[in-house]
């Protein structure tokens, strides 16, 4: 790797991102646009945990994350962000702790709040991408709206049990948002929560996983995938399947006349 392709990184983010820059189709050159991203993480727990853990080892410069929760017992076995000295403090601020003990190099900024309908469009604002990391479909609605409206790509992600599914809604004319697979808020007791049949922490994980690698691949202006698919994986049979999305002209959010 020549030196004259590296920037303006200080020695010790040459060292530190070594392996990223050998990557094809990354370089210093995709190096410098992950640096310059700002990328939005809704949720500090089993997703989000491995996806802002990844981002931020990745050398992302500018991460928001939000949560308004304290860290439980019962979160450990999955919130790799936190640890057991942890329990009872701030999920927001124990996160921003962790990642800037991966790399001092990411900026973190905290937003310790639960999203509404009223503040939510203005935490979207400014970021170059959001990823849905959270647990439930009212924070799911609320965000997947606001990113279209204020069209910022979206890459969200759910896990409960041994499942988890990964999606991409990236806003223009052609393509499938959210609401497009799930176009009403479904029933409290027709979805399934992790307080209700519990999750293995691994299957969290690797959904966070999978949405930083679809987060980093966008930041660097290439396609996602699953910009009109579906994956879905099922930890217990080992085994992924990708299902086509397609965009709806009924859809409450992005169909015909909205
Ligand atoms: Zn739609």
């Not at 990642?99 to 309908?117: G, I, K, M, Q």
């Amino acid at each position: 790797m020549g030196t004259e392709n590296q920037g303006d990184f200080s020695p010790e983010e040459r060292e530190r991102y070594s392996r990223n820059a050998l990557l094809a189709g990354v370089g210093w050159e995709g190096q410098a646009r992950w640096r310059a991203a700002r990328v939005l993480v809704v949720g500090a727990g089993g997703i989000g945990s491995a996806a802002l853990l990844y981002l931020a080892a990745a050398g992302v410069g500018y991460l928001g994350l939000v949560d308004g929760d304290a860290v439980d017992l019962s979160n450990l076995q999955r919130q790799i962000l936190h640890g057991t000295n942890d329990v009872g403090r701030r999920k927001a601020e124990s996160a921003k702790e962790s990642l800037a003990a991966l790399n001092p190099h990411c900026r973190v900024e905290t937003f310790d709040l639960r999203l509404e309908p009223d503040n939510v469009r203005e935490v979207v604002q400014g970021f170059d991408l959001v990823l849905d990391s959270c647990d439930n479909f009212p924070t799911r609605f609320l965000v997947s709206e606001a990113c279209w409206r204020e069209r910022v790509p979206l890459v969200s992600a759910a896990a409960t049990g041994w499942h988890g599914k990964l999606l991409a809604a990236i806003p223009g004319p052609e393509n499938p948002c959210y609401r497009c697979l799930v176009p009403e808020l479904p029933p409290a007791e027709a979805s399934p929560s992790s307080t209700r049949i519990g999750i293995l922490g691994a299957v969290a994980g690797t959904m966070g996983c999978l949405q930083a690698v679809e987060a980093l691949k966008l930041l660097l202006g290439w396609e996602s995938g699953l910009t009109r698919r579906l994956l879905a994986y099922d930890g217990r049979e080992g085994r992924f399947q990708s299902v086509e999305r397609v965009k709806r002209a009924d859809c409450p959010l992005c169909g015909l006349g909205k």
